[in-house]
């Protein structure tokens, strides 16, 4: 299929909505962003990639980031990510900590903030140095070797990761945090602050669409843990928002308070939007709203 004129079809539809939503601004850094940017690309299986709008321009990637992170860890201990997170979507605000004492320490899925923090903490144990492997693991997949962490927004999230500290202590307390807190911490808020554009995302993310093929040959996944992490999108992706993005748009995904979406068709496409206004549940409300209408004009929801 030829995605460009519906890719252009998009972009147009989305300079005429109204600028609902507002950017984060729990995170300093993310709160003086210029709200009405808009970017989309989409690389299709076989390779072809369309862009519109500020799909080169990079931004914090945020939770859209932790998919890497999982990825990452199932590489290196599925047993141990399965034993300590999981599958189940939390119907509550991403960084809720109501769930964590019922259900003893052991967080919902690995894309809600504790989770995360989690696969962080894994991460932390079984790499030498996580964070130079999981920008080695983007960066290949992504084809941009000057992908980095974002320092400013990192620094500006660990002045006020409080309730995120929390979410540690608390699952340390029941045995889930085996590192130091603060490293653990420090790895997490520096995965989230990655900055991507739209179209590094919708290469980085083709490994979904094409179950593992555009892999780097250093880094392989089976083929159960790639339906695994599209199963985790499609349910625990946006939060308590997740059954109205499957209900409008109909794919994996994920989105990040930092206006990005990343999601997947299987077999046919990976995308990626940007844009910074949020819906209530954190989740990029002009972002969703391209997806739905990209999925209604080219009949690709996966149901």
């Not at 002009?286 to 209604?296: I, S, W, Y």
Request: with cysteine.
């Amino acid at each position: 299929m030829n995605y460009q004129p519906i890719m252009q079809g998009i972009f147009e539809e989305m300079q005429k909505e109204a600028p609902l939503g507002t950017v984060a601004t729990y995170i300093p850094e993310l709160a003086d962003i210029n709200p009405d940017q808009f970017g989309i690309a989409l690389l299709d299986v076989d390779g072809t990639h369309y862009a519109m709008g500020d799909s080169e321009k990079r931004f914090s990637a945020q939770s859209v980031a932790k998919v890497f992170a999982l990825s990452l860890a199932l590489r290196h201990a599925p047993d141990e990510v399965w034993k300590r997170v999981g599958v189940e979507p939390s119907g509550d605000p991403f960084n809720s900590l109501g769930l964590l004492e019922v259900e003893a320490g052991r967080p919902r899925n690995p894309l809600v903030n504790a989770g995360a923090i989690v696969v962080s903490d894994i991460l932390l144990s079984v790499c030498d140095n996580p964070l130079d492997e999981l920008l080695a693991f983007v960066r290949a997949m992504a084809g941009a070797q000057d992908i980095a962490i974002d320092e400013a927004v990192a620094a500006s999230e660990l002045q006020t990761a409080h309730r995120n500290r929390a979410h540690a202590h608390f699952m340390r307390s029941f045995g889930n945090i085996h590192n130091d807190v603060e490293e653990v911490i420090g790895v997490y808020v520096r995965i989230c602050a990655i900055a991507m554009s739209c179209s590094e995302l919708a290469r980085a993310f083709a490994f979904l669409a094409n179950q593992g093929r555009s892999l780097p040959p250093s880094f392989r996944l089976d083929a159960r843990a790639i339906r695994r992490i599209n199963a985790l999108m499609l349910t625990c992706g946006f939060y308590d928002e997740a059954g109205e993005f499957a209900f409008s748009v109909g794919l994996p995904g994920k989105s990040g308070v930092g206006g990005g979406i990343a999601a997947v068709c299987p077999d046919r496409y990976s995308v990626a939007t940007w844009s910074p206004r949020l819906t209530k549940g954190g989740n990029s409300y002009l972002g969703t709203r391209a997806l739905a209408r990209l999925t209604t004009l080219s009949d690709s929801s996966i149901f």
